[in-house]
């Protein structure tokens, strides 16, 4: 994905106003950051030993979060006015017939704020472009790593049982970012200007966790340690139904130490022993941030159902669930003969 198609697509929706543009818009950056995410998260996989595949993606990966953290800080200062109308003023508004105009202006704070990332974005990407890399071969073989074979990846059942670990994991870590601003507007009395920040300490204790945990897969096995952390976040999302309020958004956030380690272990853990076939494997990961799409609408469900959104937290519940008992099961299984793993030449 173009970056400049990704970043324009999004000023064109500003620009016209209308909610579908916006979504094209997202779905746009989506595209492109899963391409990154199907070429990168392999290739550093396979960037040496196997078994340290998860500290070196979790290594990796840990340098993600600062970079999520700038975003969110620029987003809560260039983006969000910090006005937050109530209904009599928007009525009002909408009598004396300004509100069309304030919602224009609202709309356009993300251009010159997006013209700035996507022109950093832009810049790293012609860096990359100059930068040679080298090639991956198998092992077993001792020549370059082919394309693989879909049919092929129907003999690994652990690449399965990580894309369904995957697609709980990702689930669940939308559904409890992208509702921590609602759920804090409903249950605390902080604006929503002040949430964002609270939103900000979760994108911290992520690369904390990472920078954290990733010395420990030395001495503690990634799967156990995913299904340590799989469980804590279960008891955290609990305490997140049973008590809304600050108790609940403090839960919230400590959950993101703990949900660190999930998506680079599952993935590094899923594409074990794949050979030739990793790249392909990859693309199933990456594929199952789907997830990210169904668990929300189920969360909203429950919330609408039972006005309280506090109780569609057992949706990423049940997601951290899923991850904890693939932590635990994964080694069972592995398949009997794992083909040796990719080497760097």
Known sequence: MPVWLRDDSVLAAAVSGQYVPFLVALFAVGCGASILETAANPFMAQFGPAETSERRLNF???????????????????????????APEVAAMKQAGTYAGYLHEELMRVVPTYLALGSAVLLFALILSRMKFPSMR?????????????????????????????????????????NLILYMKQYTPVSERTASWYLTATLVMLAVGRFASTPLMKYVSPSKLLGVYGLAN????????????????????????FLSIMFPTIFALGLKGLGPNTKLGGSFLVMAIVGGAVFPLVLGWIARATGSLAWGYIVPLVGFAGVGLYGFLAPRVQPKEVAAAPQVI
């Open 138 to 178: 198998n092992a077993a073989e001792g020549e370059e790593e082919g394309e693989g074979s879909f049919r092929a990846l129907l003999d690994y059942p652990q690449l399965w049982f990580a894309v369904i670990a995957n697609v709980c994991n990702v689930g669940a870590q939308i559904c409890m970012w992208s």
């Open 60 to 86: 990796a990966q840990s340098f993600n979060p600062p970079g999520t953290i700038l975003g969110v800080i620029v987003g809560g200062q260039f983006i969000f006015s910090g006005v937050e109308l109530k």
């Open 234 to 257: 279960v008891l955290l999302m609990a305490l997140a139904v049973l008590r809304p309020g600050m108790v609940g958004a403090y839960a919230i956030v400590a959950a993101s130490f």
